[in-house]
């Protein structure tokens, strides 16, 4: 199979740094079913459609745009948890086929399996992405990934014995403990409250910046994305949603909020950022 660049994206630095996702010409179209009186009518909802977008190796890029446009089914089907309808997708260089150990997930709402403890959790995604690994050797991960996201002391508590916060830091320190090469986040920090929002982000970065792995993350925030990310994506609105743009951000690292935010070219790009939201929210309201 020949793999075809995408055009719309990086052509020049292509050739520069390896491509970690290379997303080609992506469909995904969902049925839905509409019962009426006499019969069920099934319809078509196209939510993604022509989408080309190449990710490179070990950089950090945000998926920006309005509610309802297609960030979280583009994330899934990267997950391998949806299938596409049309497009290729490939992971270093093979087409994917499905979920796999070297993509790491983060949900929102933190996915943890309640009747486990913290421990318990990241040793049973243990249990799956590492079979060769035995019980001590993955209690001794799992302590020392809770470890990283400050949360040693809590190892043996369940989910509903800790907050929303250090339910996160578990789900976290689950992803990076199978040691992926890259990282899915769909508004990880989006449930949390605003101070622990700010703390987690940070702590996600310092651990990034010291493991650089791809990370794709889906935020609402422009100044989560600008903190956060080497590129911005930012979708246009659905229905048959695409890539509008992508947004360098050449900003030094480690990056340091309190620093960054007062940078001209933060400001700039935050601008540019938020008058793409306002476009695309107000074809939303005005095509519903
Ligand atoms: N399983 C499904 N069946 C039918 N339609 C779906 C399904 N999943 C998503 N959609 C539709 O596809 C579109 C994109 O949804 P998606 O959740 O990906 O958007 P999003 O950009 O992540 O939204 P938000 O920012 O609000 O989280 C929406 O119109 C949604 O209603």
Not at 31 to 52: C, H, Q
Not at 175 to 186: K, Q, V, Y
Request: charged share 25%; proline share 6%; hydrophobic share 40%.
């Amino acid at each position: 199979m020949t793999k075809s660049v995408p055009s719309s994206v990086d052509s020049i630095s292509y050739k520069e740094h390896e491509s970690h996702v290379e997303i080609v010409n992506l469909s995904k179209v969902f049925p839905i079913s509409r019962p009426s009186l006499f019969n069920k009518k099934t319809e078509n909802y196209v939510a993604l459609e022509g989408v080309n977008l190449d990710i490179k190796k070990n950089t950090f890029v945000s998926l920006i745009g309005p509610s309802g446009c297609g960030k979280s089914t583009l994330l899934n089907l990267l997950a391998g948890l949806d299938d596409f309808t049309s497009g290729e997708i490939f992971i270093e260089g093979k087409p994917l086929v499905g979920p796999g150990p070297d993509r790491g997930i983060i949900f929102q709402n933190y996915a943890l399996m309640p009747w486990l403890t913290a421990a318990g959790n990241i040793e049973y995604a243990l249990e799956t992405a590492c079979p060769e690994l035995s019980t001590s050797q993955r209690r001794e991960k799992a302590r020392y990934f809770l470890n990283m996201v400050g949360l040693e002391r809590s190892m043996n508590k369940f989910p509903k014995q800790i907050s929303g916060g250090m339910k996160q830091r578990v789900a976290i320190a689950r992803a990076l403990s199978i040691n992926p090469s890259m990282l899915l986040m769909d508004e990880p920090f989006g449930a949390l409250d605003a101070l622990t929002r700010s703390y987690l982000q940070e702590e996600v970065l310092k651990i990034w910046e010291k493991n650089r792995v791809t990370a794709l993350l889906i935020t609402h925030s422009i100044e989560e994305a600008l903190l956060m990310s080497d590129k911005i994506v930012l979708m246009s609105s659905g229905p048959s949603a695409n890539i509008a743009d992508i947004i360098d951000v050449p900003l030094p690292r480690p990056r340091i909020r309190n620093i960054i935010e007062k940078d001209s070219l933060f400001i700039d790009i935050k601008l540019q950022l938020e008058d793409h939201l306002l476009r695309e929210t107000r074809a939303v309201e005005e095509s519903s």
